[in-house]
């Protein structure tokens, strides 16, 4: 039984909360294990015993991360639905990767220019040749993770690798090759720890690329592909509380160690998933909120990174839930402003671009 479309919109609701959250609370409280791997991190959550906002807030922190592999297991799940179908190549490699490179543009631009405005006007110093890094999402490749500005964005270099990757290993090929790839990835990552340790800049290199997140993209292709074949007592069984509550005992448990570590983001897309059943079953008006959230969640991961900044300042030691409270909120509403400039700007784009590439000779 394959996911609905409302469940992936719904899963992307839920995951860019925790995303949104976790981008300015871990400025002030407990720091997330996401590109390498410090159990000091993780130990510190075991040491609060008084149920309070920090303790809240930590956990938020620590956790909230977790919702980029679901992001990265429904890019592959979204891939592998809309070309599987497909008799041929979606298109040539080169056309393939222009018509993703210029959604992702579009989505990137306006807010990445507000952004350097915002620095410029603090009297910071704009890099041109980073800032053209990011602009042509090749910064992951050709710079050190610490260069990324704002660091959130070193997703849109991620997935534009994600589609080169999808159509040169997977469109169409045997389930080997992607196999492949996730083994090969989490190869490569263990031998960076056993070599230079788990908190590395190469491992940070590493997770900032595509190679670092084959496992959860490969989960979404394999799933695509796969899930109607499961059957429905298990798709049931994966519905009740014990299945959510196994995964968050491995997501858990698997912090502990480096090399399980390497492993968490596959438990978090079945946690996320498992939570977003739950609610279609028994908190309906919830999944329908996060339902909702998920239409506006490509909007919301580049609005919120200015609105940050403005809530946030480097004199700041705690954020009080009034401040979050502001910045949840004028997050959305920007997101749903940016929604049409992107709409127009990607139409008016994209239309001179066919002009140019099929006019008539």
């Known amino acids: 039984m394959n996911l609905s479309q409302k469940d992936c919109d719904a899963m992307k609701g839920f995951s860019i909360l925790c995303i949104v959250l976790h981008n300015i609370l871990h400025?002030?409280?407990?720091?997330?294990n996401e590109f390498t791997f410090n159990i000091a991190n993780f130990l510190e959550l075991k040491?609060?015993?008084?149920?309070?906002?920090?303790?809240i807030f930590s956990y938020i922190s620590f956790w909230g991360w977790y919702g980029v592999p679901v992001f990265i297991f429904l890019s592959g799940y979204g891939l592998s639905q809309k070309y599987a179908s497909a008799t041929s190549a979606p298109i040539s490699g080169g056309k393939f990767l222009l018509a993703?490179?210029?959604?992702?543009?579009c989505l990137l631009m306006p807010a990445y220019t507000v952004y350097?405005?915002?620095?410029?006007?603090?009297?910071?110093?704009?890099?041109?040749?980073p800032a053209l890094a990011q602009s042509t999402?090749?910064?992951n490749l050709l710079y050190s993770p610490t260069v990324i500005k704002p660091g959130v964005y070193w997703y849109f270099g991620l997935t534009l690798q994600l589609y080169a990757i999808y159509y040169w290993f997977c469109h169409?090929?045997?389930?080997?090759?992607?196999?492949?790839?996730?083994?090969?990835?989490?190869?490569?990552?263990?031998?960076?720890?056993?070599?230079?340790?788990?908190?590395?800049?190469?491992?940070?290199?590493?997770?900032?690329?595509?190679?670092?997140w084959f496992m959860p993209f490969v989960m979404g292709i394999m799933y695509s592909r796969y899930a109607k074949n499961i059957p429905k007592r298990f798709i049931f069984s994966m519905l009740t509380g014990s299945c959510l509550l196994l995964g968050v005992l491995l997501l858990w448990y698997c912090n502990y160690n480096v090399y399980t570590w390497l492993l968490t983001p596959l438990f978090s897309v079945i946690v996320i998933a498992t939570i977003?059943?739950?609610?279609?079953?028994?908190?309906h008006f919830l999944y329908e909120c996060f339902t909702w959230l998920g239409h506006i969640s490509s909007f919301l991961f580049v609005v919120h990174p200015l609105i940050r900044e403005l809530v946030l300042t480097m004199d700041d030691t705690s954020i009080s839930l009034s401040s979050l409270s502001l910045y949840l909120t004028l997050s959305i509403i920007f997101s749903i402003i940016y929604k049409p400039i992107y709409t127009s700007m990607y139409g008016r784009i994209n239309e001179l671009t066919n002009r140019i590439l099929y006019r008539p000779k």
């Open 100 to 105: 993703h490179f210029l959604k992702l543009w």
């Open 172 to 212: 169409k090929k045997n389930i080997l090759y992607p196999t492949i790839l996730a083994i090969m990835s989490i190869a490569l990552m263990s031998v960076l720890i056993g070599i230079k340790g788990g908190d590395s800049l190469y491992l940070s290199y590493v997770r900032h690329n595509c190679v670092g």
């Open 47 to 55: 040491s609060f015993i008084v149920i309070n906002s920090e303790t």
């Open 116 to 129: 350097l405005i915002i620095m410029a006007s603090n009297g910071s110093t704009i890099w041109i040749r």
């Open 137 to 139: 999402m090749l910064i």
């Open 27 to 32: 400025c002030v409280y407990t720091q997330e």
């Open 276 to 283: 977003i059943k739950l609610l279609f079953i028994y908190v």
